[in-house]
């Protein structure tokens, strides 16, 4: 059983689509993240919810918007897709907001044309 | 702003050998300080952490170094294996009502045979 599960696991879409990743943890876990890796293997925070509330939005611009439908969910949804999101994105969970240790999915590897 | 600078980029050792990856952090709120380890196509995963409150920290193959005066830590691989090549990266977290986690640009270790 896979902790914490992102699909799909590659996406290729053209600029100026929409599309959506989706996340799912069977780890009982309160608080859930997207993070976003680029090119350079940077890792930066995008959003975290606790309980479906969000709580931290790191000036994403406004084309992405999660939705956490229930604390086990968390989704990702992307509008006018430019070249610039390209990146792998990554959803991970802890067991609650003061809880330090992130559970990792295996990423979303996200390429615009 | 990076808040956590991490060196070096990249990192050759021979098997057996002592890998050394080290993380300088500017803000002195930072009470946690992990280190994750990522394989190729597979998302981060916690490795070792350490709080202010202690210097050293090991974890069989594994310890962190921390020097609160200098705001510096680093990671010690002892006996490297082929099997430690991975991406490492260094983390940074405060405590209080924004629990994010932020990340060095990590440091990617080959260990060769």
């Known amino acids: 059983d896979t902790a914490v599960s992102q699909t799909p696991k590659y996406l290729v879409t053209q600029m100026g689509n929409d599309k959506s990743i989706k996340c799912e943890q069977n780890l009982g876990h309160d608080t859930m993240y997207w993070y976003k890796q680029d090119s350079k293997k940077f890792l930066k925070i995008m959003f975290s919810?606790?309980?479906?509330?969000?709580?931290i939005n790191e000036t994403v611009p406004n084309r992405f918007s999660p939705k956490s439908p229930d604390k086990a969910h968390l989704n990702l949804h992307i509008n006018s897709l430019e070249l610039g999101d390209s990146a792998v994105y990554f959803c991970?969970?802890?067991?609650?907001?003061?809880?330090?240790?992130?559970?990792f999915g295996s990423g979303t590897q996200l390429s615009v044309l | 702003q990076q808040q956590v600078k991490q060196s070096p980029q990249s990192l050759i050792v021979q098997k057996g050998g002592i890998s050394i990856i080290n993380c300088a952090y500017e803000n002195t709120a930072f009470d946690y300080f992990p280190w994750y380890q990522q394989f190729p196509g597979k998302g981060p995963a916690l490795l070792i952490a350490i709080r202010p409150d202690v210097s050293e920290k090991k974890e069989g193959r594994f310890t962190i170094s921390f020097n609160k005066s200098a705001k510096q830590f680093s990671l010690h691989i002892m006996d490297s294996q082929p099997g430690d090549s991975a991406t490492y990266f260094c983390a940074a977290k405060t405590r209080g009502s924004n629990y994010k986690l932020t990340f060095g640009k990590g440091t990617l270790l080959t260990v060769n045979p």
């Open positions: 991970a969970s802890s067991q609650d907001l003061g809880d330090e240790k992130l559970f």
């Open positions: 919810y606790n309980n479906k509330e969000l709580i």
